[in-house]
């Protein structure tokens, strides 16, 4: 029943789709998946493919979840072969190599490898909007950007210090005069242990390390949403810190099943959504956060998010143009172009 099923499903989505996408790839519009191949060959590849696909450990893993716990059981409409990894370069070297069909990464980490790679791997969908948040000793007063001036922050390096220097000089101050940002913890889970520990008073932290430093230390409150002050001098919802991506090689030669599997990441997403202890549950048993007690206390500051297509693109374009001015090297030092995002129509 399975194959019957796994056939069925192949076939209705390549019968819908090819009325319905233009070719992949063009230079001057974002890129759309082909689907000119007989439904036969959709069939054929459906029925003997394993789609690889790689999940970062933490929250861009979040929505992946009941995805994987679907699969497992043997509930999922493809055959996939899932696996969790602690570090993003090993996730990159896969799609290289092409054991990773499809993964999940931090936004800044998808444009560093189309621009490393030439443009092998496209976006097909955001998972993740901003986690970051500036956490404060309770004994301090702070409610505003203006509130630092004069202060050291603490803030691990790479993005969590690119997005906090942005709106640290967007809301008028200037790093190294106004306010210092120290990045003498540069890991995110070496600054948690210090911040927990009451070492370090004012610090910029992801969640889910946000909550677990607050259940460490009850003095701690999350002073700044910084999402939300993102909002307030930068396009609206363009904070976006997590996505998919899929080698461009098997968007092209799987049209079909790229969009089943986006249909079921959708339905991974909402249902964490829907079900936060049941998802947490199931965070843990994959392997992508060690306690589901914390994923699902965190899990509503997480800002866990499935957008694709125009709305993905322009979110994601708007991130990048504040990103390169900050910090090009964080992106592969350019602007991914159009062909980037893989949209299904």
């Given at each position: 029943?399975?194959?019957?099923?796994?056939?069925?499903?192949?076939?209705?989505?390549?019968v819908i789709m090819i009325a319905a996408l233009a070719a992949c790839?063009?230079?001057?519009?974002?890129?759309?998946?082909?689907?000119?191949?007989?439904?036969?060959?959709?069939?054929?590849?459906?029925?003997?493919?394993?789609?690889?696909?790689?999940?970062?450990?933490?929250?861009?893993?979040?929505?992946?979840?009941?995805?994987?716990?679907?699969?497992?059981?043997?509930?999922?409409?493809?055959?996939?072969?899932?696996?969790?990894?602690?570090?993003?370069?090993?996730?990159?070297?896969?799609?290289?190599?092409?054991?990773?069909?499809?993964?999940?990464?931090?936004?800044?980490?998808?444009?560093?490898?189309?621009?490393?790679?030439?443009?092998?791997?496209?976006?097909?969908?955001?998972?993740?909007?901003?986690?970051?948040?500036?956490?404060?000793?309770?004994?301090?007063?702070?409610?505003s950007f203006e509130d630092l001036r004069g202060k050291t922050v603490?803030?691990?390096?790479?993005?969590?210090?690119?997005?906090?220097?942005?709106?640290?000089?967007?809301?008028?101050?200037?790093?190294?005069?106004?306010?210092?940002?120290?990045?003498?913890?540069?890991?995110?889970?070496?600054?948690?242990?210090?911040?927990?520990?009451?070492?370090?008073?004012?610090?910029?932290?992801?969640?889910?390390?946000?909550?677990?430093?607050?259940?460490?230390?009850?003095?701690?409150?999350?002073?700044?949403?910084?999402?939300?002050?993102?909002?307030?001098?930068?396009?609206?919802?363009?904070?976006?810190?997590?996505?998919?991506?899929?080698?461009?090689?098997?968007?092209?030669?799987?049209?079909?099943?790229?969009?089943?599997?986006?249909?079921?990441?959708?339905?991974?997403?909402?249902?964490?959504?829907?079900?936060?202890?049941?998802?947490?549950?199931?965070?843990?048993?994959?392997?992508?956060?060690?306690?589901?007690?914390?994923?699902?206390?965190?899990?509503?500051?997480?800002?866990?998010?499935?957008?694709?297509?125009?709305?993905?693109?322009?979110?994601?374009?708007?991130f990048y143009e504040v990103m390169y001015s900050v910090a090009p090297?964080?992106?592969?030092?350019?602007?991914?172009?159009?062909?980037?995002?893989?949209?299904?129509?």
């Amino acid at each position: 029943m399975k194959t019957l099923f796994k056939r069925f499903s192949a076939v209705f989505l390549a019968v819908i789709m090819i009325a319905a996408l233009a070719a992949c790839g063009q230079a001057d519009t974002p890129a759309a998946v082909e689907t000119d191949a007989p439904v036969e060959s959709s069939e054929s590849s459906s029925d003997d493919l394993t789609i690889n696909v790689m999940v970062l450990n933490g929250t861009t893993g979040f929505g992946m979840a009941n995805l994987m716990y679907s699969a497992q059981n043997g509930e999922a409409a493809l055959d996939y072969n899932f696996s969790v990894e602690t570090d993003a370069s090993s996730v990159t070297a896969a799609l290289i190599n092409g054991s990773a069909d499809i993964a999940a990464l931090p936004t800044n980490a998808a444009a560093a490898l189309y621009n490393k790679t030439g443009g092998t791997v496209q976006v097909v969908a955001l998972n993740t909007r901003g986690v970051l948040y500036l956490v404060a000793d309770s004994s301090l007063e702070i409610s505003s950007f203006e509130d630092l001036r004069g202060k050291t922050v603490y803030a691990p390096a790479q993005n969590p210090t690119f997005i906090f220097r942005y709106l640290c000089e967007a809301n008028g101050l200037t790093p190294g005069e106004d306010v210092v940002i120290d990045n003498s913890y540069a890991q995110p889970a070496d600054l948690n242990t210090a911040v927990s520990s009451g070492a370090v008073q004012l610090a910029v932290l992801p969640e889910p390390m946000v909550t677990i430093a607050s259940s460490a230390n009850d003095k701690l409150t999350a002073a700044l949403d910084l999402t939300a002050e993102w909002d307030k001098v930068a396009p609206a919802g363009s904070l976006v810190q997590g996505c998919a991506v899929v080698r461009r090689e098997f968007a092209e030669a799987h049209p079909a099943e790229l969009a089943c599997f986006l249909n079921e990441y959708k339905a991974s997403v909402e249902a964490l959504t829907a079900d936060v202890q049941g998802s947490a549950e199931k965070i843990q048993e994959a392997g992508i956060f060690a306690k589901a007690a914390i994923a699902a206390k965190a899990i509503p500051n997480c800002n866990i998010c499935f957008i694709d297509g125009a709305d993905m693109q322009s979110a994601l374009a708007a991130f990048y143009e504040v990103m390169y001015s900050v910090a090009p090297d964080s992106i592969g030092g350019s602007i991914p172009g159009n062909d980037f995002y893989c949209v299904l129509g």
